[in-house]
């Protein structure tokens, strides 16, 4: 509690300011009227973008809403002393050639691999001494195969083979990433020469093909079937099946039993870090840091970044053609290249002159949904969770667990698809599918010594409630404060610090304030853990009303 505190008072501090930022300020930071190309928005993508037109030569501006870059890739102190990933919290799908070709780690990219990466803590009662079964998987195969055969031994003898099975199908989708989709409608209806030269963008599609090769209809099916279908076909252990299946849903409206969801069971598995087929890591610093190395590369080539300048329009000319943006504040920006980083609905439903965009298309972009069924839970705590399968240590430093993706409500693939439809009816999950991570496990940068910092992913709660109502304050502070969401497990004095927020509707951030909540100790016992008393002395401050935009 003393070494907290003292840490916090020295993590108040004034900290440095982002390379990209020093650079912007020294070097680029007036508003020119014109460039060669504007990208809205300073989201990763925007970023990534930038950082490639201005390599080539292309005289590039950036202009963010917000006050801090990223977009959902973004790392905010909302608690004094803490800084956490308020959106995106792992890091696997960038692209690898984007890490070498923007040098990354020259402008300050550092990453944590996880390993174990994955920990699914049983909600059991312990019997005879024994304490609580628990799934740790890592990149041990031979440990990995002790773990399941708990549960059992034949899904033990099975999962090197489903391992192999699925990175096959990642390695022979991984090109068609890099390249162009196929024209079918100008294949179909150009020249023949047209054609021919089109045959060199049907390559990847054949080398997949030749890598999966008799194999093919199972791996079709992984893309088109429900994910509960697909793990079925290899496992009979529940718990192994849940586990697997939380990267099937995770971030999406869907359940394991809904088809496409094996799809995303793929996506996730498909990532890599330092060469490392699968991984998924944190970034030190927060997810924040990739994009302040991403803005770094882009600025030392001449990319100029504005933050809090807002795109009210793009301005397009008499004759069609793009001439530039016009800002929140009137200024007029000239440019022959407009690239969007905001969500396809801001891009061209707010921003485009709908005179120029057939009503078809307005009318498809209208009918897309992005509503998350997610609500992101930070927490500021003093001790790491303690769990009843994986008791801490005395001293109370990170084990091997405490890196993990920690999976709650994950015994069984039946609860998760019930959460799932407990959403439909425009309700929260009774017994929402919890992903909890702790970032500062492997990255003591993220708090004061002796804290820590963590994530609960939560799902599903439905963007908007049943009768078409929007969440209110009393709302979101009942669904953090239920049963399924594992608070203190220590009696005494305790004081929990939480930032809630309602579902994210990406792209656009979450509406309305991000209040800061005390909450009282409690005994109970969730999903085989138990929750140490959470709260440092020394953390004090504003409570409520903790304005999020």
Request: net charge positive; with cysteine.
């Amino acid at each position: 509690m003393t070494t907290c505190g003292r840490g916090l008072r020295r993590a108040l501090g004034a900290s440095p300011r982002p390379t990209w930022r020093r650079a912007l300020s020294d070097t680029r930071g007036r508003l020119k009227p014109e460039y060669d190309a504007v990208v809205v928005g300073a989201g990763h993508n925007g970023l990534v973008a930038a950082a490639y037109l201005q390599r080539f030569g292309v005289n590039t501006a950036v202009f963010e809403r917000r006050h801090v870059i990223g977009g959902a890739a973004v790392t905010e102190e909302i608690i004094p002393g803490f800084k956490f990933s308020r959106a995106s919290y792992l890091l696997s799908l960038l692209r690898p050639q984007i890490y070498s070709e923007l040098e990354l780690k020259k402008h300050g990219l550092r990453l944590h691999l996880r390993n174990p990466y994955s920990f699914t803590p049983m909600l059991e009662e312990s019997t005879g001494g024994k304490v609580p079964r628990s799934l740790l998987l890592g990149t041990d195969m031979a440990e990995n195969q002790k773990q399941i055969a708990q549960f059992s031994r034949k899904d033990a003898q099975a999962f090197p083979r489903y391992e192999a099975f699925m990175d096959r199908l990642a390695l022979a989708i991984d090109p068609l990433l890099d390249s162009a989709p196929v024209d079918l409608e100008a294949f179909q209806r150009g020249s023949l020469l047209q054609r021919l030269k089109m045959l060199s963008t049907l390559k990847p599609l054949w080398q997949a093909g030749c890598i999966l090769g008799a194999q093919l209809p199972q791996y079709h099916q992984v893309l088109t079937a429900p994910a509960a279908k697909v793990l079925d076909q290899w496992f009979e252990s529940e718990p192994l099946k849940a586990t697997l299946a939380t990267d099937a849903v995770i971030g999406a409206m869907m359940g394991p039993c809904i088809p496409g969801s094996g799809y995303v069971l793929l996506h996730h598995v498909m990532g890599s870090l330092e060469g490392i087929r699968g991984a998924w890591g944190y970034v030190q610093g927060g997810m924040g840091a990739l994009s302040d190395a991403i803005a770094s590369s882009a600025t030392a080539h001449g990319v100029s970044i504005f933050t809090e300048k807002t795109v009210a329009k793009v301005q397009v000319s008499s004759g069609g053609r793009v001439q530039g943006v016009v800002l929140q504040d009137g200024s007029e920006v000239r440019s022959k290249v407009v690239l969007s980083n905001a969500s396809p609905q801001i891009t061209f439903l707010k921003l485009t002159p709908q005179e120029w965009l057939p009503e078809e298309f307005v009318a498809r972009i209208a009918q897309l949904d992005t509503k998350s069924p997610v609500t992101k839970i930070n927490v500021a705590v003093n001790r790491l969770p303690d769990f009843l399968a994986a008791p801490n240590t005395p001293k109370g430093q990170p084990l091997p667990h405490h890196q993990c993706s920690i999976h709650l409500n994950c015994e069984d693939t039946l609860l998760v698809h019930q959460a799932f439809e407990d959403a439909l009816d425009g309700l929260p999950s009774k017994r929402p599918l919890i992903e909890l991570c702790i970032p500062s496990s492997l990255d003591p940068t993220l708090a004061p010594p002796g804290c820590h910092v963590v994530s609960l992913f939560t799902q599903y709660t439905p963007y908007t409630l049943a009768g078409g109502k929007a969440w209110d304050e009393q709302q979101r502070n009942s669904y953090a404060d239920r049963e399924h969401i594992p608070l203190c497990h220590e009696p005494g004095p305790a004081v929990l610090r939480a930032s809630r927020a309602p579902p994210l509707q990406l792209p656009q951030p979450p509406p309305g304030p991000v209040s800061l909540w005390k909450w009282g100790p409690s005994w109970r016992r969730c999903h085989g853990s138990r929750w140490t008393q959470c709260s440092p002395r020394g953390l004090q401050g504003p409570q409520e009303h903790v304005t999020s935009n």
